[in-house]
C-alpha cells in the first residue's frame, strides 16, 4: 500500500467511525515522521488524531497486552477475522514477520491508548467474545 493510499484508507476509516472515535498511528522516526504527523493532522483536523511515538522494543510493548490475553481480560468483537488475527498473535515472537508484527504492534498500540498508558484518557470497549474462549482448539 503506497502511503497515498494507506492515507486515504485511515481517512475512509475515521469518517465511517466518526468524529468521536480517537484517529492514532504509531510516529515514523526522525524529521520525516514529525513531516508526515503535520500532514496528517491537517488532513484528519476534524477528527481527534495523534502519531504516538513507540517506547521500547516491540516484544516490550507487546508483554501487557500478552499478559492480559493469558488472564482472559481481552474481549474481541466476533468475526470472520478472529482466527487469522489470533495466529498471528500466538506466531509473534519478536523476529521479522511483516503481517504478524503489524497486527501484534498495532494491537499492543491499542492496548496501551485504552490503558491510558500513552497519556490518553481510557476509552472502553465493548465486546461480544472473551479472547481465552477463542484460544480453545489453537
Known amino acids: 500500500v503506497s502511503a497515498a493510499s494507506g492515507d486515504d484508507l485511515i481517512e475512509k476509516i475515521a469518517n465511517q467511525d466518526g468524529s468521536n472515535v480517537n484517529v492514532r498511528e504509531e510516529q515514523e522516526g526522525g524529521s520525516a515522521g514529525l513531516r508526515d504527523e ?8 476534524t477528527f481527534n488524531y495523534k502519531s504516538v511515538k513507540p517506547l521500547g522494543d516491540k516484544v516490550t510493548r507487546a508483554k501487557p497486552l500478552a499478559s492480559e490475553c493469558k488472564a482472559g481480560m481481552v474481549y474481541l ?5 478472529n482466527t487469522m ?5 500466538h506466531k ?12 501484534t504492534d498495532a494491537s499492543s498500540g491499542l ?9 490518553i484518557q481510557h476509552t472502553p470497549i465493548k465486546s461480544a467474545r472473551a479472547f481465552n474462549e ?3 482448539g489453537y
Open 38 to 45: 503535520s500532514q496528517k493532522a491537517q488532513r484528519l483536523r
Open 77 to 81: 468483537v466476533l468475526g470472520e477475522w
Open 85 to 89: 488475527y489470533i495466529n498471528a498473535l
Open 92 to 103: 509473534f515472537n519478536g523476529t521479522p514477520q511483516p503481517l504478524v508484527n503489524d497486527l
Open 111 to 119: 492496548y496501551a491508548e485504552i490503558q491510558g498508558m500513552g497519556a
Open 134 to 136: 477463542l484460544f480453545d
